[in-house]
């Protein structure tokens, strides 16, 4: 068996620590604080929760939940300590937030195979390893990994436009086109507003309640990319000369004329099963979202699966710069894990930790990695990762737009997740067989 290195003791980090010990390796894992600190972190333990204390549903027909099954699979430390300090939540997984770090810290720091370093990592390590340092990477580290995979292989901010699903949307009010008819022709779904739709959203984008951020999340606002509300309140055309202009677009429903502003959705997979709302990164609070963008003609019923977000993040370019397991291209052994991947969310960062470490295991025994089949949820956010147009690359949640369509549409959506929920579990449980990966809590003790 062989020493391995984790990077960052977070959730990501921590999962992945144990995850490779309980697969015999000896581990070292490096943890900055609290010789230094990040500005969201409050303790010294490992594994804390920096806000929420909710992990989420574990109902299985819940796209939350159906990761968790997967962790569950692979023996997640993470789930097992949250069950421990688990605190009412109805079908939520929450936790007594010190309890829970407590008692992961706990875990991590007296395995036997496992030896917690805590310092700073400022250097890409030579040696195998997994990197999960967060949205919060130190400087130094964050200015290494910027020097390794290119100016454009590093953000430090996100802002987040929502993602819809296909079947909520009414395509009766939209229509499939390309500004000035390039590309395929049906890449963009048009939202067409006539000039009293367009006063009246504007109006009411003007009055919605925006979230107030924390001290040290400021964002600076780039001209190219400022939070739709905020143009809203530049004046009441701002947005009609900008991500809501008309110009190009014919509406065929209006006899080919041209629309007063046109809101453009553009495609986030290939199966067409999500569409982002292009330029409309927001801060706005998640009822004022639902509320304020479901008057946009063909999104009255919208069903949202990612809502906006502006805030400070730092993640890769996956798809431009890391193989499909999340490794350099020159160093299948360096394998980068947590929200530094591109996922957003504890359990996404843990799951991902998890998958990490069963690869890096698979690399130290001589084996080629594997990722799951996208059609589990594991296997959705890895295939987003990978496959996403690095030109728009934004992190991403658990949802089950990310999964394979059924072989035949469903329209009761209660029995659509049912469906995809038992597919995606029965898909896990061969993948893992088929690789003869098994759960961290059955490995045989040497
Ligand atoms: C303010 C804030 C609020 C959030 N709220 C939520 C929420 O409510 N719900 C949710 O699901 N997600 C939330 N997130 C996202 C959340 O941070 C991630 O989902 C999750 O914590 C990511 O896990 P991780 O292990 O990748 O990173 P972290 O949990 O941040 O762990 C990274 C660890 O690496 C350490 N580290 C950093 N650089 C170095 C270095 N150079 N050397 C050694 N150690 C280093 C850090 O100290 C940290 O312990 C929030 C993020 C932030 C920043």
């Not at 804390?48 to 939350?64: G, I, Q, R, Y």
């Not at 195998?128 to 949205?135: H, K, L, N, V, W």
């Not at 046109?262 to 998640?286: C, P, S, Y």
Request: aromatic residues 8%.
């Amino acid at each position: 068996m062989a020493n391995l290195t984790v990077v960052g003791g977070g959730l990501s980090g921590s999962e992945a620590a144990f995850q490779l010990a309980e697969r015999g390796h000896q581990v070292t894992l490096h943890e900055m604080r609290p010789f230094r600190g990040t500005p969201a972190h409050q303790t010294d333990f490992l594994g804390e929760v920096v806000c929420t204390n909710s992990f989420k549903s574990v109902d299985p027909t819940n796209a939350h939940g159906l990761l968790k099954t997967e962790m569950r699979a692979l023996g997640s430390i993470l789930l097992r300590i949250a069950e421990e300090a688990r605190v009412p939540g109805g079908s939520a997984l929450v936790v007594d937030r010190h309890d829970f770090a407590r008692r992961m810290t706990s875990a991590i720091e007296s395995h036997p195979q496992i030896r917690v370093v805590r310092e700073e990592v400022a250097e890409l390590p030579s040696a195998p390893s997994i990197i999960a340092t967060g949205p919060l990477t130190s400087d130094a580290l964050s200015i290494r990994i910027q020097e390794t995979l290119g100016e454009a292989g590093l953000a430090f901010f996100d802002a987040i436009a929502p993602i819809v699903s296909d079947d909520s949307l009414d395509h009766e009010s939209m229509f499939a086109a390309s500004r000035w008819g390039k590309g395929e022709g049906d890449d963009y779904l048009n939202a067409p507003m006539n000039a009293e739709q367009y006063t009246a959203f504007i109006e009411t984008l003007r009055g919605a309640q925006s979230h107030e951020g924390y001290d040290w999340d400021a964002v600076p606002y780039f001209e190219g990319c400022l939070p739709v509300e905020v143009m809203a309140e530049r004046g009441e055309d701002t947005l009609r000369f900008g991500p809501m202009k008309p110009i190009g677009l014919r509406v065929p429903q209006w006899g080919g004329t041209r629309a007063h502003a046109v809101v453009q959705l553009r495609r986030e997979d290939k199966a067409g099963q999500m569409w982002n709302l292009v330029g409309f990164q927001t801060r706005l609070k998640i009822g004022e979202q639902r509320r304020v963008f479901r008057m946009i003609p063909g999104l009255e019923n919208a069903e949202f699966l990612r809502w906006g977000s502006i805030h400070r993040n730092t993640y890769l370019n996956f798809p431009a710069r890391l193989t499909r397991h999340g490794s350099l291209p020159d160093r299948p052994d360096l394998i980068f894990a947590g929200q530094l991947t591109g996922v957003e969310g504890y359990t996404e960062s843990t799951a991902v930790g998890i998958l990490a470490a069963v690869n890096l295991d698979r690399i130290a025994r001589g084996l080629e990695p594997t990722v799951p089949p996208p059609t589990t949820m594991l296997g959705g956010l890895m295939r987003y990762l990978a496959e996403s147009d690095p030109r728009h690359f934004q992190p991403m949640n658990s949802n089950f737009g990310l999964l394979d369509p059924l072989d035949e549409p469903v329209r009761n959506k209660q029995r659509k997740r049912e469906l995809l929920s038992s597919r995606g579990q029965d898909d896990f449980t061969a993948w893992m067989e088929s690789n003869g990966i098994i759960s961290a809590d059955a490995v045989p003790v040497l």
